[in-house]
């Protein structure tokens, strides 16, 4: 069982504490006694206090099995006091069976759904006799339901969180093939660069540097060849250095975060920061 992100949903949760709420007012008015009364309100509290922070703490992720034997303990303890409105009581361990079959694997829900209804039936035999059969054959029916509901959940669950993954390495693909396209565009770029104006400016260097050697200092027409020539140099030097930013060599090789972590560890050696 996965309960990194345990939650139960929004419905169920409500209809937890309102159960919580009305069973717990109606299986207190079977007390006479108001000492009773008190008990019970403070046992079905806790119970409600533990199903609101403890059941989705780290705890209970690590060990779930004892949240629910200190809930089934507590319900017990509350059969124990004899009111003459169990049903209600017992409706609190179905809501703890679902509960428990929304969190556990199949094997240990089996298992605990098995105790609430041992625990339910022996309450029910001994207060009703005989007369209570019919009712104990009720629960079983009604806790086999709360296993099917509860693992039901489960699975919606588990359906949710696979796909919230899938949406996830969804948008972290989209992710990358943006960045693949921004790497691509830029290499494109380069190579038209190189292909092109930088041949182009490379050929202009020439033929000036031809034109300047046919031609004899004092000549008006030297400097200013002398000039362009430069600046022509200086272009490709430029073109150069913006190819290479383009495409950086290492992302020929590597990732894209492993070259990009090289180059700032370079760039912060070049300019001691």
């Not at 303990?73 to 069976?97: E, K, P, W, Y």
């Not at 030097?237 to 020929?252: G, M, Q």
Request: aromatic share 10%; net charge neutral; hydrophobic share 45%.
């Amino acid at each position: 069982m996965n309960n990194k992100n345990l939650r139960l949903p929004f419905l169920l949760d409500a209809a937890t504490y309102i159960s919580i709420a009305s069973m717990s007012l109606l299986g207190i008015s079977g007390f006479s006694a108001l000492n009773l009364q008190l008990i019970t309100l403070g046992l079905c509290l806790l119970f409600g206090i533990l199903h609101r922070y403890y059941f989705r703490t780290d705890a209970f992720q690590r060990n779930p099995n004892i949240y629910f034997a200190i809930q089934a303990f507590i319900l017990t303890l509350i059969l124990s006091l004899g009111s003459s409105s169990t049903d209600a009581f017992n409706f609190l361990f179905v809501l703890l069976a679902i509960h428990t079959a929304h969190v556990l694997p199949g094997k240990n829900t089996a298992i605990w759904i098995t105790i609430y209804y041992a625990i339910v039936s022996v309450v029910v035999l001994s207060i009703r006799g005989t007369d209570g059969i019919y009712a104990v054959l009720f629960y079983g029916v009604t806790y086999i339901l709360c296993g099917f509901f509860g693992a039901v959940l489960q699975q919606a669950e588990k359906g949710r969180d696979e796909n919230q993954r899938l949406v996830d390495e969804l948008q972290a693909t989209q992710q990358k093939l943006r960045e693949l396209a921004v790497v691509d565009e830029r290499n494109r770029l380069a190579r038209d660069l190189h292909d092109s104006v930088k041949q182009q400016v490379f050929a202009i260097s020439m033929q000036l540097s031809a034109a300047r050697t046919a031609l004899s200092e004092t000549d008006k027409a030297y400097q200013p060849v002398l000039e362009a020539e430069r600046l022509a140099q200086q272009a490709g030097t430029e073109l150069t250095t913006l190819i290479h930013e383009l495409r950086p060599p290492p992302l020929e090789n590597k990732t894209l975060s492993v070259a990009l972590q090289e180059y700032v560890t370079e760039w912060s050696k070049r300019n001691n920061i």
